[in-house]
């Protein structure tokens, strides 16, 4: 309650200021919601005042977009305004939906389609929260609590919309909003104005502004947490923040004894669709050429190395090597057993990582049997024909994909929810005795 009374607060103070600045300017936004926090400020609102300041309202037709004229006007006439989260981030950094809206200490998911949201990523930008996406969010939030060194920014609630129309349901989440994003402060776009806005965020978080230890916590934080079994699968910049706070949890995935995950590897094999593969042995028979398109070790490596690229842009310093010795100590600290792996990883790139520097399949180095072969028995958990590319992308596993072991815990987790329509109170205690929030 107390989040939202300081959301409904700073909408009452900052509403006519944000109306002042063009929405399109996403820099005077970001120094607006770097908001320094009031003492002794009466946060006695009742709760007629929070849904009236909060109240939220979208378009009719979900399909269309406003135009720019039209959304100024909008923007300009509503009694409280909440800044699309995509405004403070860059249209050339970031590729994010539309559906998030900020005030200075919440952010609000599910708001609905307006202008910012992507007309071809309809699975994101339809502007709507899945009641079960929400529930993966709570429940990797309290894992990733246990489980991680840098606490992520939490659900604090979840709201069932009414509207009987709406099909599939859909929620309003509410979730922790101090920090922010890692493609806010990528390097083709930093300016002094942004600088100052990271290292004030950086040394409030750290307590220092010491370059390479904050690497270090940064690295740390990821392998970490896949020592502990939890990954991101989705470490791209508009889904990690700059110091390394998870974000978006519903794209966490976990194991539930906390033991260090399996190690998996991404491969790529050109022509017409394949048969299906049982384990990496049945590639040797292939004529085709293959390639690694990504592993465990690049997942658990990219955010670090994300993360080190903008704290380098920050500070002014271009030093590759570091992160190298970054990572390299982080991985004997926390996953020793990395021999085989780490030869991949250096000799091969992802396509993740070649995405981020416009580069496509094409710059994949071709794969060797002889470079998988500690990993023969590695079972094929799933395979895919990218019509585009022509070509199957298989992913292989030691021991069953991990993605499928977390939905099974979240089912079981729904229906300690759901059962006999249950509330909420009576759901999270069913779901502890269940032991499933570890």
Known sequence: ??????SVHFLKKNTEEVKKIDPFNFLELLTLFNY???????????????????????????????SSENYINQFRSSKNVLITEKFLSSIAASSGAGRHALTNNLQFKGIGRNILANQIDYSHSWGGYLP???????????VCEKRTLNKPLKTVGLFLYEDPKLDPKQILALRENNAFRLSTFWPDILNQK??????????????????????????DQYIHAFANGVLHRTPVADNLTLTGQWIDTESIDFNESGDSLDPYLFIFVKGNPIRELKTIKDLK?????????????????????????????LFDLKQPETFKEIFNSSLDKYLPNKAEF???????????????????????????????EFAENFECGG?????????TLLYFTKNGDIS???KNILEKFNLAVTKDNLSFHTAFKNAKILDLIT
């Open 194 to 219: 942004l600088k100052k806005i990271g290292f004030e965020s950086l040394e409030k978080h750290f307590n220092h502004l010491d370059q390479d230890k904050i690497k270090v916590q940064l690295v």
């Open 404 to 406: 499928q072991k977390s």
């Open 383 to 391: 395979q895919f024909y990218d019509i585009r590319h022509k070509g």
């Open 285 to 313: 028979s292939l004529r085709e050429d293959f390639f690694l398109t990504g592993s465990s070790m690049h997942d658990i490596s990219l955010p670090g190395r994300m993360s080190s690229i903008v704290i380098d842009a």
């Open 1 to 6: 309650m107390s989040s939202l009374q300081q």
């Open 342 to 372: 780490y030869k991949l990883y250096q000799d091969h790139n992802c396509l993740k990582y070649y995405a981020l520097l416009n580069e496509s399949y094409d710059s994949l180095k071709k794969l060797k049997y002889k470079e998988v």
């Open 132 to 142: 079960i996406d929400g529930l993966k969010a709570m429940i990797a939030d309290k």
């Open 36 to 66: 320094k926090e009031e003492k002794n400020i009466d946060l006695h609102y009742s709760e007629s005042e929070i849904l009236e300041t909060l109240g939220l309202t979208t378009l009719n037709d979900a399909s269309s977009f406003l």
